[in-house]
């Protein structure tokens, strides 16, 4: 019903910058939230940014200053811009979306992207 395609991961040097998109497609009726998690190696899946319907945002401690997330609500698409990359920031990246759905009564749908690679090298 609802599909989440990430792009944008990939190989870089600590210090330079990534840009990342997520585009959500399918039945959808309304988004109240956008986000992005990662996952890295050994490690439990971590919020990184949200983008909450209103226009409010929230960043991990660990990506403030760094990381910004936005979105185009016409096109229902979420951007993080990463900017000043460091090793640990390696992981892969997943979207994440509340949604409703067209003609569901069942209230907000979580969907998931499938993820996409950061590698940053020292």
């Known amino acids: 019903q609802v599909q989440l395609v990430e792009s944008g991961g990939g190989l870089v040097k600590a210090g330079g910058s990534l840009r990342l998109s997520c585009a959500a497609s399918g039945s959808i009726f309304s988004i109240y939230d956008m986000g992005w998690y990662r996952q890295a190696p050994g490690k439990q899946r971590e919020l990184v940014a949200v983008?909450?319907?209103?226009?409010?945002?929230n960043h991990a401690d660990s990506v403030k200053g760094r990381f910004t997330i936005s979105r185009d609500n016409a096109k229902n698409i979420v951007y993080l811009q990463m900017n000043s990359l460091k090793p640990e920031d390696t992981a892969v990246y997943y979207c994440?979306?509340?949604?409703?759905?067209?003609?569901?009564?069942?209230?907000?749908?979580?969907?998931w992207g499938q993820g996409t690679l950061v590698t940053v090298s020292s």
């Open positions: 983008s909450i319907s209103g226009g409010s945002t």
């Open positions: 994440n979306a509340h949604v409703t759905v067209v003609g569901s009564i069942d209230g907000y749908l979580e969907a």
